[in-house]
């Protein structure tokens, strides 16, 4: 079983900068971990993924540029650095593992609200 905690978010100006933490805890054997999110009313969506191990990635056409995902082995915590955001970055952020970088995902967070006043 794999816990994975989530925390960073808050209530930020449009243009501004956010980042997420999600500390995993367990049996950490998950290979890949990933960020999601879902706005009000919208389906949850993918934001972007990495691998534990060589720091491959993968990112949502709508966050290029914009946010980076990235691992602290050590510390078994994967952040997502969120910059330039406007209001339709407003969501619940969720952290998720899992074996693929692709996905099937085997385990998520609680979720931490994220939301852009513009």
């Known amino acids: 079983q794999v816990q994975l905690v989530e925390s960073g978010g808050g209530l930020v100006q449009a243009g501004g900068s956010l980042r997420l933490s999600c500390a995993a805890s367990g049996r950490t054997s998950s290979r890949y971990m990933g960020w999601f999110r879902r706005a009000p009313g919208q389906e949850r969506e993918f934001v972007a993924s990495i691998s534990w191990s060589g720091g491959s990635t993968v990112y949502a056409n709508s966050v290029k540029g914009r946010f980076t995902i990235s691992r602290e082995y050590a510390k078994n915590t994967v952040y997502l650095q969120m910059n330039s955001l406007n209001a339709e970055d407003t969501a619940v952020y969720y952290c998720?593992?899992?074996?693929?970088?692709?996905?099937?995902?085997?385990?998520w967070g609680q979720g931490t609200q994220v939301t852009v006043s513009s």
């Open positions: 998720a593992a899992g074996g693929f970088i692709r996905g099937p995902w085997d385990y």
